[in-house]
Nanobody, 115 residues
Framework: QVRLVESGGGLVQPGGSLRLSCAVS????????MGWYRQAPGKERELVAT???????HYANSVKGRFTISRDNAKNTAYLQMNSLKPEDTAVYYC?????????WGQGTQVTVSS
């Protein structure tokens, strides 16, 4: 089993930056892919970015060039650096870990971009 706890959300003005963290505990050696998803009010949860064990990354078109996903295996933590934030980035951001045929979600952290 893998447990994920997100942190780092908050209120930021348009054009600002935030860094989200995802602390991982449990069977961390079995994790293959980690990802960040987000869900805005009234919308479906959508993929933001993923990173493999080999640190190959993938981004949604809407965040390319603005967001960076990374992972520190020594600290069992994944990060999402978000720059040039826009009001449309407002959502609850969830961390996800895939291990074998299973997956775990964090509880989510709110990001609000507003002036």
């Amino acid at each position: 089993q893998v447990r994920l706890v997100e942190s780092g959300g908050g209120l930021v003005q348009p054009g600002g930056s935030l860094r989200l963290s995802c602390a991982v505990s449990g069977s961390t050696f079995s994790i293959n892919v980690m990802g960040w998803y987000r869900q805005a009010p009234g919308k479906e949860r959508e993929l933001v970015a993923t990173i493999t064990r080999g640190e190959s990354t993938h981004y949604a078109n809407s965040v390319k060039g603005r967001f960076t996903i990374s992972r520190d295996n020594a600290k069992n933590t994944a990060y999402l650096q978000m720059n040039s934030l826009k009001p449309e980035d407002t959502a609850v951001y969830y961390c996800y870990a895939n291990y074998g045929n299973l997956g775990s979600w964090g509880q989510g952290t709110q990001v609000t971009v507003s002036s």
